[in-house]
């Protein structure tokens, strides 16, 4: 037992040092982290703008999808604005490698979705996927690891490899709104329709802007006999 003592203080004393030679570094406001704190510091979760558009039905981003594909439900977790803290944590999760941003936003995610009974019954996540050609470039894809931490929270499986993107569109950043809608509209499809058969599936995504991405996946997966879809994402921009 003591032993055991010994070596956690000797590791304790290790990281702090090590951390004085490599500081961890808030991903929203670049400053040091306390050492109680993780990726994010607390004065940057306490600035960060939430929507709290999981606890309404009626939102911005649910009534972006109105008219054009039956989502059950939709939310994004905080409103995106350009130079804000909330933009500064997305380009570090989708551009910095700083993936353990979108597992721990994902986590908060999940733990409000559990408060809202506009998204009970959820059975399956379904990250956005990124075509092949953008995965190499990038490494990696941003939405899996905020749907890993939703998956954590809310204690439901991914599915990563049923929807495919089967067209490369390049980036939607600088495309007007009738332009990302018909950048994306048919650039998905179906690999293996029974894994998520007759389930309620989580779409999850980095930042919602027209909804024009998350629709054109939706219309895919509302294919599949009883299948219904809801909608999480990171952030919303507002137009």
Excluded at 78 to 88: A, T
Excluded at 140 to 146: A, L, V
Excluded at 164 to 172: D, K, P, V
Aim: net charge positive.
């Amino acid at each position: 037992m003591e032993r055991n003592r010994i070596k956690q203080t000797i590791l304790e004393y290790l990281s702090d040092f090590v951390a004085l030679i490599y500081p961890q570094i808030c991903a929203g406001c670049g400053k040091s982290l306390y050492k109680a704190e993780g990726i994010i510091c607390t004065l940057c979760r306490y600035q960060l703008p939430q929507t709290n558009f999981h606890l309404e039905a009626d939102n911005p981003v649910s009534r972006a999808f109105w008219g054009r594909t039956n989502i059950t439900a939709a939310t994004a977790f905080y409103y995106f604005q350009k130079k804000s803290k909330v933009q500064e944590l997305v380009h570090a999760l989708k551009y910095r490698n700083r993936t353990e941003v979108g597992t721990t936003i994902g986590e908060w995610i999940g733990a409000a979705l559990t408060e809202s009974h506009n998204f009970n019954g959820i059975d399956t996540i379904v990250p956005v996927p990124l075509h092949p050609r953008r995965l190499r470039t990038r490494g990696y894809n941003q939405s899996d690891f905020i749907a890993a931490g939703i998956s954590k929270a809310i204690k439901v499986p991914i599915i990563n490899k049923v929807l495919i993107r089967s067209s490369y569109t390049g980036t939607q950043t600088k495309l007007g709104k009738f332009n990302r809608w018909e950048n994306v509209k048919e650039i998905f499809q179906l690999k293996d329709p029974e894994a998520i058969k007759g389930k309620h599936i989580l779409l999850v995504d980095d930042v919602i802007t027209t909804g024009a991405t998350l629709e054109a996946c939706a219309n895919v997966l509302l294919q599949i006999p009883q299948t219904k879809v809801s909608v999480a994402a990171m952030a919303y921009a507002m137009n």
